[in-house]
Protein backbone atom coordinates (compact mmCIF):
# COMPACT_ATOMS: atom_id res chain seq x y z
CA UNK A 1 0.00 0.00 0.00
CA UNK A 2 3.05 2.39 1.07
CA UNK A 3 4.51 2.33 -2.26
CA UNK A 4 1.75 2.60 -4.88
CA UNK A 5 0.29 5.51 -2.95
CA UNK A 6 3.87 6.99 -3.06
CA UNK A 7 3.82 6.48 -6.52
CA UNK A 8 0.50 7.53 -7.02
CA UNK A 9 1.30 10.66 -5.10
CA UNK A 10 4.84 11.09 -7.49
CA UNK A 11 2.26 10.98 -10.26
CA UNK A 12 -0.54 13.43 -9.05
CA UNK A 13 2.64 16.40 -8.45
CA UNK A 14 3.92 15.94 -11.30
CA UNK A 15 1.12 16.78 -13.45
CA UNK A 16 0.16 19.61 -10.90
CA UNK A 17 3.50 21.08 -11.32
CA UNK A 18 4.61 20.06 -14.75
CA UNK A 19 1.83 20.97 -16.82
CA UNK A 20 -0.01 24.39 -17.59
CA UNK A 21 -3.29 23.97 -16.28
CA UNK A 22 -5.40 26.74 -15.63
CA UNK A 23 -4.78 27.92 -11.53
CA UNK A 24 -7.86 30.27 -12.17
CA UNK A 25 -9.70 27.79 -11.16
CA UNK A 26 -9.05 26.77 -7.63
CA UNK A 27 -7.61 30.57 -6.97
CA UNK A 28 -4.00 28.53 -5.68
CA UNK A 29 -0.18 28.08 -7.09
CA UNK A 30 -0.80 24.83 -8.29
CA UNK A 31 2.94 24.52 -9.06
CA UNK A 32 3.35 24.46 -5.09
CA UNK A 33 0.90 21.94 -4.51
CA UNK A 34 2.61 19.48 -6.89
CA UNK A 35 5.99 19.91 -4.97
CA UNK A 36 4.24 19.13 -1.46
CA UNK A 37 2.12 16.00 -3.39
CA UNK A 38 5.62 14.56 -4.78
CA UNK A 39 7.76 15.20 -1.36
CA UNK A 40 4.96 13.33 0.20
CA UNK A 41 4.68 10.44 -1.89
CA UNK A 42 8.91 10.17 -1.74
CA UNK A 43 8.02 9.84 1.68
CA UNK A 44 5.06 7.50 1.10
CA UNK A 45 7.92 5.56 -1.14
CA UNK A 46 10.41 5.35 1.00
CA UNK A 47 8.73 4.36 4.30
CA UNK A 48 6.74 1.25 1.94
CA UNK A 49 10.28 0.08 1.06
CA UNK A 50 11.52 0.12 4.60
CA UNK A 51 8.65 -1.80 5.90
CA UNK A 52 8.92 -4.29 2.96
CA UNK A 53 12.57 -4.96 4.09
CA UNK A 54 11.55 -5.22 7.67
CA UNK A 55 8.58 -7.58 6.66
CA UNK A 56 11.24 -10.29 5.18
CA UNK A 57 13.59 -10.11 8.37
CA UNK A 58 11.67 -12.12 10.15
CA UNK A 59 12.93 -14.76 12.11
CA UNK A 60 10.95 -18.40 12.67
CA UNK A 61 10.69 -20.30 16.66
CA UNK A 62 9.96 -23.01 16.63
CA UNK A 63 9.40 -24.33 20.07
CA UNK A 64 9.29 -28.34 21.62
CA UNK A 65 7.54 -29.23 24.94
CA UNK A 66 8.48 -32.33 26.21
CA UNK A 67 11.20 -34.83 25.88
CA UNK A 68 12.80 -35.28 22.27
CA UNK A 69 10.92 -36.83 19.60
CA UNK A 70 12.25 -40.76 19.14
CA UNK A 71 11.07 -42.71 17.34
CA UNK A 72 12.07 -45.88 17.98
CA UNK A 73 12.14 -48.79 14.76
CA UNK A 74 12.20 -52.33 15.24
CA UNK A 75 13.76 -54.34 12.50
CA UNK A 76 13.40 -58.12 13.00
CA UNK A 77 15.60 -60.17 10.33
CA UNK A 78 14.48 -63.38 9.73
CA UNK A 79 16.89 -66.18 8.28
CA UNK A 80 14.98 -68.44 6.41
CA UNK A 81 17.61 -70.30 5.18
CA UNK A 82 17.81 -72.42 8.27
CA UNK A 83 13.95 -73.28 7.88
CA UNK A 84 12.69 -77.08 6.79
CA UNK A 85 9.80 -76.60 4.92
Known sequence: MG???GITL???????????LDESILNTDLDTV?????L????????GVIQNAQRTRHTT???HRGGPE????????????????
Not at 40 to 47: D, F, N, P, T, V
Not at 70 to 85: A, N, P, S
Open 40 to 47: GGALALIM
Open 10 to 20: LVLGAILTFTG
Open 34 to 38: GIILM
Open 3 to 5: IGL
Open 70 to 85: VVERHDEIIDRRDERY
Open 61 to 63: VTE
